[in-house]
């Protein structure tokens, strides 16, 4: 994991990325389509067969290591911690499970159900999660309960450097 941790999307600096991301996201492409935008497909292909937290990287018919669904996972997460609804990650699988699920194997799919209903659970044992930013949980009473339900669901050292990681970047 720590190696998994820093080479995380490493690739989006590269010559193949850099720019046709910087452009679609935020330049002369902003908005524009895969297929009105040609550099950023081809960044994108670069990315997701370079990264192998990427459902596209394996294909339907290999598992991923679960390492790989973690990462993944935590990726898809990054956003919910951002807008401050961490249960939104639950809502987001949902709907997009029969889209992914064209890239993941059955049994990937199953891990994935299992980690993210997990993470459900902890939400409506521990509401203090659900409930507040990553910052509000971090400077709340509710920290030592945020903790435990955090620890239930992934080692604690682990979380320490995804922390690290993120206070890092």
Known sequence: MDQQIKEHDKSKYSNEEFDAYAEHFNGKNKGK?????????????????????????????????LSCII???CDWWSFSWKRGDL?????????HKPEKSQYLSDETISKVDEI??????????YPCIKDNT?????????LNESLIAVKSIIDISILKK???MIQGS
């Open 33 to 65: 389509s895969e297929e009105e935008d040609p550099e950023y497909a081809a960044a994108w292909k670069h990315h997701y067969t370079n990264n192998p937290h990427h459902p596209e990287y394996w294909g339907k018919e290999k598992d991923m290591p």
């Open 87 to 95: 249960y939104e990650i639950v809502e987001w699988w949902r709907e």
């Open 134 to 142: 990553l910052v509000e949980a971090f400077e709340s009473t509710t």
């Open 116 to 125: 993210v209903n997990r993470l459900c659970d902890s939400f409506q044992k």
């Open 71 to 73: 990462e993944m996972i």
């Open 162 to 164: 995804i922390d690290k």
